[in-house]
């Protein structure tokens, strides 16, 4: 197995657990009291814009020839590194 192929699934695995985190975040908004939540939909659409983004990313590497992916591999990494850090802020705001 190559490093392309390596990367592309350690990033797909990073990828299912930041969605996991969101559609956890989400089912817990949606047992909560509505003044807790406030603005919380407006968060759930900026995250889940970054998961498309990072799965963009991770389509995009898959599709490029061999030399090509590594300049990629940066901007994959700092999508992930966005999602995951929004995920902290909204996880610590809407406890």
């Given at each position: 197995?190559?490093?392309?192929?390596?990367?592309?699934?350690?990033?797909?695995?990073?990828?299912?657990?930041?969605?996991?985190?969101?559609?956890?975040?989400?089912?817990?908004?949606?047992?909560?009291?509505p003044e807790l939540t406030i603005g919380f939909e407006e968060q759930a659409y900026e995250l889940e814009?970054?998961?498309?983004?990072?799965?963009?990313?991770?389509?995009?590497?898959?599709?490029?020839?061999?030399?090509?992916?590594?300049?990629?591999?940066?901007?994959?990494?700092?999508?992930?590194?966005?999602?995951?850090?929004?995920?902290?802020?909204?996880?610590?705001?809407?406890?």
């Amino acid at each position: 197995m190559g490093d392309k192929e390596v990367f592309l699934r350690t990033y797909e695995a990073q990828l299912k657990d930041q969605v996991s985190r969101l559609e956890s975040f989400k089912a817990k908004d949606a047992d909560a009291e509505p003044e807790l939540t406030i603005g919380f939909e407006e968060q759930a659409y900026e995250l889940e814009e970054k998961v498309g983004v990072a799965r963009s990313k991770m389509d995009d590497i898959r599709q490029s020839d061999a030399p090509d992916w590594k300049d990629l591999k940066a901007e994959a990494e700092r999508a992930m590194l966005d999602l995951r850090t929004a995920l902290d802020v909204a996880a610590t705001r809407f406890k």
